[in-house]
């Protein structure tokens, strides 16, 4: 089915269950700990050796020699995959480094070599018995040192310019021009990065912990050098990704290659510490921001500059894209630029670009607010526009913005912040409080489903789609059944699997909308093959109650697949709808926040998100994805920073103990209003992602607050105590 003309009318819009806030389908399997992740399929490879992986301990330069025959005769040990007995491997296009380093080492923590062993301690004890000799090289570790360096990346939209920047902010009465940093960050999600590997004679399955199936299909089959169609992924149940598995990594192809040499399954999963340098991370960035504005708040001028660092055939960290789009002004530049670093891989980490841009641009905003004299809310109001300012043509199919801030404004007591810095106190706490607005765009992607029904009327459903702890599941299940007419509970939905129809996988905020657009298409003919069969009319057949009604006809839907299951499958493809609208999600984050006056510690006490991002389609889900996203948020302002050794290259906290993420009592209560908004722009379901739009802003509007708090103005993340003293 392809999508082309705004969405009409559909069985979706029943809205019988979908939008409500329904349990999560695999909730029981979560909570009583039987849905099986990737380290767990122990039903599924019996027999598994454990592979233990080594980290390269320099950041750049090559392997002088590499002595493994003490940890072949250790006890236990199977076999020892290296660079130099792997044979020839290919790199993936999701790759930049390769996943197996040697001789050439690329960065700090690239795999050397994976130890097979009959027990995870043997393998791991063998590991230490490897000698290496490294010859370390010279690299750049230092974002602010390789600034000079960086370059103009090669994608087309790395820059862009609309009206005269430098004229109209040379121009305009009040101009900010300011500095600000993000450092770099690790997605750290609970579940580390795992896979089991098993071959029968040319065919590999590998049961893995990665949102993107068929990406991470396609490039292990390209790096090992083998046809796609003998690589199969299962990855039913993910313990969080937020970009760190959206691509092959290191643990997937090593089991694979270790499996082949064993003979036998072999699994690996990637201890902590091995996770922050062995993968990859949200790159830093350094931001310049320039705006320009007339004395009654109307932004003349809007500039914004980003540096980040990558490796040789890396990409940018695309923190300029949101002020392409955000708010109204004539004179606009943007530029990207990239530096060589030999840090780690810097890849997508949950809202790419705009979690970071949001974190600069955002305390901006503040920062003109009150060179204006106007409150942050109003002259966020003020700069509103209804079309991209580039490209004064294109509108954006919904933008409610306003409706966001007024109402979090409102919910949120907004009136009672004291405009003067520094003047609120209660007790030993100064109280401030800040907002910020929420951006990130919406993006559609190809999807396939097939739904299967049975002569009990059970709808099936199955697709590669991931659900990473966001609730695809669910989605999936209400989306089958408000399109079948049929209860929750008839429906059983099959995710993760690479033998099952192309999804869009979990990225980009994009695969709620998208994944169940692909099941609608599927049911769509289903539903016509189910009317076929029945000898009704599919254009007025309702499904209904577990019924099929046309024509003052009525059979139980499970009377179609009487002589023999009933098979549909179809594909959600796009036209260039989001070509001529431009489709964004928006919101408002209000923070209030409260800052010891004696050791600058940051409390949070409030926090509140008004989302506009398209039909919610399960307000459970998505309100569970936005707290999480905040609490992100919260952390990307407050604590989260991999702090670089400029010298070696490499990230020195690189486990939970010292690389800190909030904690229940770092968050407050939280609240999240969602609009009533429908988007017919963006496929048959009309709904959106929300799942980044949530931690977009977040990390300024705490900034604001702080500042609102103290008077102390920090431009450099995260806020650390020591920077408020
Ligand atoms: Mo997201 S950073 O595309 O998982």
């Known amino acids: 089915m392809k999508f082309t003309t705004p969405a009409t009318t ?70 020892i995959v290296t660079a130099a007995n792997a044979g020839k491997l290919g790199k993936g296009n999701f790759n930049t480094a390769k996943l197996l380093g040697g001789p050439a080492i690329q960065h700090y923590h690239q795999a050397v070599s994976l130890v097979v062993a009959e027990t995870f301690e043997q393998a791991r004890s063998a590991s230490q018995l490897i000698r290496v000799k490294y010859i370390k090289e010279k690299g750049a570790f230092d974002l602010a040192k390789a600034k000079p360096s960086a370059t103009k990346p090669k994608d087309k939209d790395a820059d862009t310019e ?21 450092p770099d960050q690790s997605h750290a999600m609970m579940e580390p990065h795992a896979s089991i590997a098993s071959w029968e004679g040319d065919k590999l399955t590998v049961w893995t912990s990665n949102q993107m199936i068929d990406w991470s299909k396609g490039d292990l089959a390209k790096t090992l050098g083998i046809p796609k169609e003998n690589v199969r992924l299962v990855s039913p149940f993910i313990g969080g990704g937020f970009g760190g598995k959206l691509f092959l990594r290191s643990e997937a192809l090593l089991a694979s290659l270790g499996a082949r040499v064993a003979k036998r399954p072999v699994k690996v999963a990637l201890p902590r510490p091995l996770m922050f340098n062995n993968t990859t991370h949200r790159p830093a960035t350094i931001q310049r921001i320039r705006i320009g504005a007339t004395r009654d708040g109307k932004i003349t001028a809007m500039g914004h500059e980003s540096w980040s660092g990558d490796l040789p055939g890396g990409g940018p960290e695309n923190a300029v894209q949101q002020t392409r789009l955000l708010y109204a002004g004539a004179g606009r530049m943007t530029a990207t ?39 942050p809310v109003t002259f966020r109001i003020l700069n509103d526009t209804k079309v ?78 991931t659900d990473i702890g966001t609730g695809s599941y669910t989605i999936i299940a209400q989306t089958a059944a ?11 939905v099959r995710l993760g699997d690479s033998s099952f129809p192309v999804s869009a996988g979990s990225g980009g905020q994009w695969g709620a909308n998208s994944s169940t657009a692909g099941v609608y298409a599927a049911c769509i003919k289903l539903r016509e093959a189910v009317a076929q069969k029945l000898g009704f009319n599919a254009t007025d057949a309702e499904f209904v109650d577990g019924s099929v009604r046309s024509g003052g006809n009525s059979a139980p839907l499970g009377k179609a697949a009487e002589a023999g299951e009933l098979v549909a499958e179809d594909t959600m493809e796009y036209g260039d709808l ?114 980044e739009l949530g931690i977009c802003g977040v990390g300024a509007a705490i900034a604001n607050a702080i500042y609102n708090a103290t008077g102390v103005r920090v431009r450099e993340y995260p806020i650390t105590l020591d920077k408020l003293l």
């Open 578 to 691: 989001d070509k001529k609208f431009q489709q964004s999600t928006f919101g408002a984050h209000f923070v209030e926040v409260g800052v010891d006056m004696a050791t600058g510690e940051t409390r949070i006490r409030r926090m509140l998100a008004v989302c506009a991002a398209g039909r919610i389609l399960n307000p459970k889900s998505a309100r569970s994805q936005v707290i999480g996203a905040m609490t992100m948020g919260a952390g990307a302002a407050l604590m989260e920073e991999l702090v670089v050794d400029k010298r070696s290259g490499f990230f020195v906290n690189h486990d939970l103990a010292s690389y800190e993420v909030p904690v229940h009592s770092d968050i407050p209560h939280q609240d999240v209003i969602f609009l009533d908004e429908t988007d017919p722009m963006s496929s048959p379901m009309k709904a959106k992602g929300v799942g």
């Open 337 to 375: 630029r990239l530096a060589v670093l030999d840090l780690p891989e810097g890849n997508a980490m949950r809202a790419p670009g705009e979690a970071p841009g949001l974190m600069a641009l955002e305390i901006a905003m503040d920062e003109m607010a009150e060179k204006l004299k106007i409150d």
């Open 482 to 492: 408000e399109m079948m007419g049929v209860p929750l509970e008839k429906v059983v």
């Open 10 to 79: 559909n069985p979706i819009d029943q809205m019988k269950i979908i939008g409500r806030p329904v349990d999560r389908v695999d909730g029981p399997m979560k909570a009583s700990g039987s849905a099986p992740y990737a380290h767990e399929q122990h039903a599924a490879a019996p027999n598994a050796a454990y592979g233990y992986m080594l980290g390269a301990a320099i950041a750049k330069g090559r392997i002088g020699s590499m002595n493994i025959d003490e940890a072949q005769r250790a006890p236990g040990v199977i076999s």
């Open 162 to 182: 609309a009206g005269d920047f430098a004229g109209a902010f040379a121009a305009s009465p009040v101009t900010l021009d300011a500095h600000y940093t993000t």
């Open 388 to 465: 991209d300012p580039e490209h004064p043509d294109r509108r954006f199919s919904q933008r409610r913005l306003i409706d966001c801030m007024r109402i979090g404004a409102e919910r949120f007591g907004w009136n009672t912040r004291k405009t003067e810095p520094g003047t609120n106190r209660d007790g030993q706490w100064l109280v401030g409080m800040g907002v910020a607005s929420a951006f990130r765009n919406n993006l559609v992607m190809t999807s396939a489903a097939r739904v299967r029904l049975d002569r009990n009327g059970v709808v099936t459903v199955e697709t590669d789609m």
